[in-house]
């Protein structure tokens, strides 16, 4: 058991930190210019240099809708963890995770709605591009979603013995 609740939890450590590094790299589609390789994320524009993202008018509300939520998501996974360690400690034996895996499950549904978001509004709209791939940080995202999910069902399932 105990080696349970330890691989549950470096997991949902490896989660918050892969959704950090998802949300505040710059690398989520790369796209290949006459000019070199260019990477854009959620906030900037990178070349050479990074530069604040470019985006019509009508996009703008997607791209800041996709923020946000990726945001909600390192906060709710955070309070997650959190609350996995206060009820680990202050849970009576036999009682599920229930909180934990509420909220876990609200991040998931806040990295589907994000991720969804980013997909339909901004794959493959980098102008004057040769040829674009999806970066490391919409993988990790991706990741994260599939990783909050398993770790939220394991938390509604899981008892403390």
């Not at 330890?6 to 210019?33: D, E, K, Y």
């Not at 206060?86 to 994000?114: P, S």
């Not at 969804?116 to 990790?140: D, P, V």
């Amino acid at each position: 058991m105990l080696v349970l609740l330890a691989g549950i939890f470096v997991v949902h450590i490896a989660t918050v930190i892969m959704l950090f590094v998802s949300t505040i790299a710059n690398v989520w589609i790369v796209s290949s210019h006459p000019f070199g390789e260019v990477s854009s994320g959620l906030w900037l524009l990178c070349n050479k240099t990074c530069q604040k993202l470019q985006v019509s008018s009508q996009d703008e509300a997607s791209l800041k809708a996709v923020q946000a939520f990726m945001i909600l998501s390192i906060i709710f996974s955070v309070i997650a963890l959190v609350m996995f360690i206060v009820q680990l400690f202050t849970l009576e034996k036999g009682k599920r995770f229930y909180i934990t895996g509420a909220i876990m499950l609200v991040c998931w549904m806040c990295i589907l709605i994000g991720v969804s978001i980013y997909t339909a509004r901004f794959t493959g709209k980098i102008s004057e591009s040769i040829s674009s791939h999806h970066g490391y940080c919409f993988i990790l995202a991706w990741i994260c979603f599939c990783f909050s999910f398993i770790i939220s069902i394991l938390y509604l399932v899981l008892r403390k013995k």
